[in-house]
């Protein structure tokens, strides 16, 4: 048991975190979503297939699979 505690990923980290509790997440901001940022997130998705990289949802967390 995690004593009310809950594991949480962020970014490529696991942590355990008080059931509640607010994370803080640094992510890029995006100023204009236009034709080229859409070809550059299918572009990285399809690099992901090719490299076998899926992220899994599961009944309690996701697992990331290589």
């Known amino acids: 048991m995690l004593n009310g505690n809950e594991l949480t990923v ?11 509790s607010k994370v ?3 992510v890029p901001q995006v ?3 236009d ?6 997130i ?5 690099q992901d297939v090719d490299n ?9 967390f996701f697992i990331i699979s290589k």
Not at 52 to 60: G, L, T, Y
């Open 35 to 40: 034709r080229e940022y859409i070809k550059s």
């Open 42 to 46: 299918s572009r990285r998705a399809m």
């Open 31 to 33: 100023k204009s979503i």
């Open 10 to 20: 962020i970014g490529n980290q696991f942590i355990v975190r008080a059931i509640g």
């Open 52 to 60: 076998k990289i899926f992220i899994v949802p599961s009944r309690n």
């Open 24 to 26: 803080k997440v640094q």
